[in-house]
């Protein structure tokens, strides 16, 4: 590990992934260890045009006896390379082996026996996918999917038949890039030099978003379709979004109240086919990252997290509580009297 951009006590490692029809392929592990040895662990996976910035985060789980780490997709944040297409991916399988990788670092290297992972947006169906996939095999004990991406926020006239039509020329040009609205608005009520409160580095994180392709898009289409077909995570699962979505495209003060980016509707559907533990949470006020939202809406969505964490990855040796067995039904114990 060297030190990482974000300074002391942040270490980063970078993840060797070999090469690709773009050169070689990096993926960058971000730890941050508590002051006080820990077997408990978070890993967290940014969303789309995104890397770790959120130190914030780190600090809340810190401070409750967890190891942080932070992984940047490849392609994405510290592991873009310059002769790559930033966020281009052909399936959302490509991102398996540094989410192994890191799995692997965390637990047999670091020494941690329980892992909470978390994943924003797009990597929170990334980090849905893969938790299915590597169900039964004791890696993931819980899940926190932050406004997952679990479908596009365009109208289902227009989704279908634009969708069609760019996956059938998706196979022959990956990297076509596709016209889109763009982000800004999103970005806006973010960056420290435009309306939002939070600093972090334009270039991995542009205001108007990175142009998106083809392959990108094809490879998201089939991971939600994936999804949205059921899943089977035999962790517990904790999906939190906001309450509204926002609709217009200039700027308005709803920006920093609602979801700009998804539709909460479509996360509160699909949400329960995740597997059989699925907890879900609605924040009023709360933006696209919920953990970005205004003050008092990101205290309330960490008090929640804390709470879902205690009741549904407590500890290591925390004794179950006994639930008591349920009374009987009087009246039929009658009935079989009588018999």
């Known amino acids: 590990m060297e030190i990482d951009v974000l300074g002391p006590p942040y270490e980063r490692h970078t993840i060797d992934l070999g090469t690709d029809d773009e050169g070689p392929v990096v993926a960058t592990l971000v730890r941050r260890r508590g002051d006080q040895p820990s077997r408990r662990a978070v890993l967290y996976v940014h969303g789309f045009v995104d890397y770790f910035f959120q130190t914030h985060l780190a600090d809340f789980f810190v401070e409750r006896g967890w190891d942080f780490y932070a992984l940047d997709l490849r392609k994405y944040g510290r592991s873009l390379l310059p002769h790559q ?58 899940l926190f999917l932050n406004s997952p991406f679990f479908d596009f926020n365009i109208p289902w006239l227009v989704k279908r038949p634009l969708m069609s039509a760019l996956l059938s020329v998706s196979g022959r040009t990956p990297y076509r890039k596709i016209p889109t609205a763009g982000l800004s608005v999103y970005g806006e009520s973010l960056h420290s030099d435009h309306r939002g409160e939070w600093t972090y580095d334009l270039a991995w994180k542009p205001i108007e978003s990175f142009p998106v392709t083809a392959g990108w898009l094809r490879a998201i289409r089939r991971g939600q379709s994936r999804l949205r077909a059921g899943l089977s995570i035999d962790a517990p699962v904790l999906v939190a979004c906001s309450t509204r979505t926002f609709r217009g495209r200039a700027w308005s003060e709803d920006v920093r109240l609602t979801d700009a980016v998804l539709d909460v509707e479509h996360i509160a559907r699909w949400a329960p086919g995740l597997g059989p533990r699925v907890t879900i949470a609605r924040f009023d006020g709360g933006m696209h990252d919920l953990t970005l939202s205004g ?22 040796g925390t004794p179950e509580i006994e639930v008591p067995p349920a009374p009987e039904d009087k009246a039929d114990d009658k009935d079989s009297a009588t018999a």
């Open 85 to 142: 297409t930033p966020n281009f991916a052909r399936s959302l399988t490509d991102y398996y082996p540094e989410l192994d990788e890191a799995a692997r670092i965390i637990r047999e290297e670091d020494g941690h026996d329980q892992m909470l992972v978390a994943g924003h947006s797009t990597g929170g169906l990334i980090t849905a996918l893969w938790s299915h996939s590597r169900q039964d095999r004791g890696i993931v004990d819980g």
């Open 295 to 316: 003050k008092d809406v990101r205290a309330e969505v960490f008090r929640e997290l804390g709470r879902w964490v205690d009741a549904f990855v407590p500890a290591p």
